[in-house]
């Protein structure tokens, strides 16, 4: 069965620090990936995707992100973190097949110290 | 571009009342929404995908009866939680997409409805 998995429940990093937050998936043919950020009153915002091709993935907001099929992981990274990345994040991989549903990992809670 | 709204943002009934949720794309025609229920500090899980004009289609494990939702136009999607009880209770997200391949669309979340049964 499809599934994702977010090791990190809650991570603390101080303003200015480098971030990653790990992912990794469970599907049996190649993936579709997706980082979705969660903010306080505000619906997910899609940071970036993973298709096919250049492993490595540029999104909004300074964030990227590597897929790696040996590892079957797709970790999101960001060498320098703002006050205003604290919020929720959300792995998802996506499931073809009838209407293209996503599966969502559990979520990271991100903190930002000043 | 590509905005989702929902209505309400919160809402609180009491027990074994029906309560309405509206989801509409404001810039763009959904042929596909989503309805995803969310737990505190927990994740999202995918209760129902539907279809401009067609029957809904439930995951397993979610109640046909309970959760009834209409897809009446190609911006609006409407969820109703009959005779809500306090279980009931949960962050309600919806997610729309205007096109079936993966290349070239993505889903775009709402907001967001709290609902609280008492």
């Known amino acids: 069965a499809q599934s994702v998995t977010q090791p990190d429940i809650h991570i603390t990093v101080s303003e200015g620090a480098s971030l990653e937050l790990r992912c990794n998936y469970s599907y049996g043919a190649t993936p579709y990936l997706f980082w979705y950020v969660q903010s306080p009153g505000q619906g997910l915002q899609l940071l970036l995707k993973?298709?096919?091709?250049?492993?490595l993935v540029q999104g909004i907001k300074g964030f990227e992100a590597e897929f790696k099929r040996s590892q079957s992981s797709f970790n999101l990274r960001k060498p320098s973190v703002h006050w205003s990345d604290a919020a929720e994040y959300f792995c998802a991989v996506g499931v073809l097949g009838g209407y293209n549903k996503l599966i969502f990992g559990a979520g990271t809670r991100l903190a930002v110290h000043p | 571009g590509a905005v989702v709204s929902q209505h309400p943002s919160w809402v609180i009934c009491k027990s074994g009342t029906s309560v309405k949720i509206e989801c509409r794309s404001l810039?763009?025609?959904?042929?596909?929404m989503f309805w995803y229920r969310q737990f505190p500090k927990q994740s999202l899980m995918l209760m129902a995908t539907s279809n401009e004009g067609s029957k809904a289609t439930y995951e397993q494990g979610v109640e046909k009866d309970k959760f009834l939702i209409n897809h009446a136009s190609l911006t609006l999607s409407t969820l109703t939680v009959t005779s809500a009880h306090p279980e009931d209770s949960s962050f309600y997200i919806c997610?729309?997409?205007?096109?079936?391949?993966?290349?070239?669309?993505?889903?775009?979340f709402g907001p967001g409805t709290r609902l609280t049964v008492l």
């Open positions: 810039d763009f025609q959904a042929t596909t």
């Open positions: 993973y298709f096919s091709g250049d492993t």
């Open positions: 997610s729309a997409r205007d096109r079936a391949g993966w290349n070239t669309d993505t889903q775009y």
